[in-house]
């Protein structure tokens, strides 16, 4: 998946006339985890669609166990 994040590039600032490094930034959350939340919020947001693909999933398991021709 692409990251459209910007690269990481060495900064150096000016602090009381002295070059320095700026702190290193804090840590950012595993996105592992968010994926399943976001799949979440688009299902019961777009609840319509996903109770017409929970029928249609439902007719089609049913109509494969009474064995349809």
């Given amino acids: 998946m692409t990251s459209f994040d910007p690269i990481p590039q060495a900064r150096v600032v000016r602090h009381a006339?002295?070059?320095?490094?700026?702190?290193?930034a804090p840590r950012t959350a595993d996105a592992?985890?968010?994926y399943l939340r976001t799949a979440m919020i688009y299902a019961v947001g777009l609840w319509p669609l996903t109770c017409v693909t929970a029928?249609?999933?439902?007719?089609?398991?049913?109509?494969a166990h009474l064995g349809a021709p």
């Fill in 55 to 63: 029928l249609v999933v439902g007719l089609l398991v049913l109509t």
């Fill in 32 to 34: 592992g985890a968010g």
């Fill in 17 to 24: 006339g002295q070059l320095m490094a700026p702190p290193p």
